[in-house]
């Protein structure tokens, strides 16, 4: 689910702290095309914009779900 500053990230894998977490949604926008790197664990640099990326848990019929959403920071 892409907008033009907003988007959430759905990883196939559960990750338990938010360095890996941070890692795999990297990992996974750079597959995706965007040049991506960390700047810090709540804090990506994409496409040479700044994002926030916080994680947000959810229950789809009793199976968890976990994504990523990820907000530019704006100046």
């Given at each position: ?39 810090d ?32 920071i704006?100046?």
């Amino acid at each position: 689910m892409f907008s033009k500053d907003r988007f959430v990230i759905e990883l196939d894998d559960r990750y338990f702290n938010q360095k890996d977490l941070i890692n795999a949604a990297c990992e996974y926008l750079n597959n995706q095309g965007k040049k991506c790197e960390i700047v810090d664990i709540y804090t990506l640099l994409i496409d040479g914009k700044k994002y926030s990326a916080t994680e947000r848990n959810l229950n789809m019929g009793g199976v968890p779900l976990q994504q990523v959403i990820v907000k530019e920071i704006k100046n």
